[in-house]
Structure formats: structure tokens, C-alpha cells
């Protein structure tokens, strides 16, 4: 949180919009949740804001990256959404 707010001058003075937004939003929930969500405090703070997908060594991510992956490559596939798409039914008609 700490590092957050101390970089949050810089993505207003580079004109990072989307960050100052979303980051300004964000340290504000992370700031009022001991209060609104005492259950989801207590979880943070027993360090359950990760997850690793392998037993590899050094393989822990921030929740939101597995759920990322997923969807990317849920998309990407020819089932997905880019395989329905105008341009994936062109593109397997002319290969």
C-alpha cells in the first residue's frame, strides 16, 4: 500500500490515466476493508492474496493472474472467441 500511494504522483504526472484511476480506487478499498469486509481482512492478512497453480519453486502469482491465463487462452484457442470471429472462419477458408 505504501509503495501504491507513494507511486501514484507519478501516473498523474505521466498521464497515466487508466492507473491513477484505478490504483486511486483500489487503495481506497484496500483502506476501508478491516471495516466493510472484516472476513476478506483477515484472509489478506493471513497472506491468502496468491495462488500457484504448480509446485515449482517461486511459481506464486497475484490472484487475478491464473484467471487471466485462463481466459486468454480460452480466446485464443479455435474454439474460442478469435475462431468464431469473422476473420478466424476467413482465415481457415483460405488456408
Not at 2 to 11: D, G, K, N, S
Not at 76 to 86: E, Q, R, V
Request: net charge positive; with cysteine; charged share 20%.
Amino acid at each position: 500500500m505504501e509503495v501504491l500511494e507513494a507511486m501514484m504522483p507519478v501516473f498523474f504526472a505521466t498521464n497515466h490515466c487508466q492507473s491513477s484511476k484505478w490504483f486511486t480506487i483500489h487503495i481506497h478499498e484496500m483502506k476501508v476493508v478491516a471495516g466493510t469486509g472484516p472476513e476478506v481482512y483477515d484472509e489478506f492478512m493471513a497472506g491468502k492474496f496468491v495462488a500457484q497453480r504448480t509446485k515449482r519453486p517461486f511459481s506464486i502469482v497475484s490472484t487475478g493472474m491464473p484467471l487471466q491465463q485462463t481466459q486468454n487462452r480460452e480466446v485464443m484457442t479455435t474454439d474460442g472467441l478469435i475462431g468464431k470471429s469473422n476473420c478466424g472462419y476467413a482465415r481457415s477458408a483460405v488456408t
